[in-house]
């Protein structure tokens, strides 16, 4: 089994996905061969713990006194 990061293209009314040829002779696959392909939407770790943290101060407040700190030096 193998893995890949790949994008969709548009391919007529479709869309396909483009296997390296690497990755073909590797798994010695040629055509008309079925495949399994597992999808999953590439996703931004950032975006995911946007907002689960949780603060014992209002964040205004962290910022404001981050300011004041880098100030003094």
């Known amino acids: 089994m193998i ?3 790949a994008r969709l293209k548009k391919w007529g009314r479709s ?4 296997i390296p040829m690497d990755k073909i002779k590797k798994e010695k696959l040629s055509e008309d061969d079925k495949i399994e392909i597992l999808i999953s939407k590439k996703r931004n770790p950032l975006r995911e ?3 689960a943290l949780k603060f014992k101060r209002p964040i205004e407040e962290i910022l404001k006194e981050g300011d004041k700190e880098s100030w003094d030096e």
């Open 49 to 51: 713990t946007f907002g």
């Open 15 to 18: 869309f396909g996905v483009v």
């Open 3 to 5: 893995e890949i990061e």
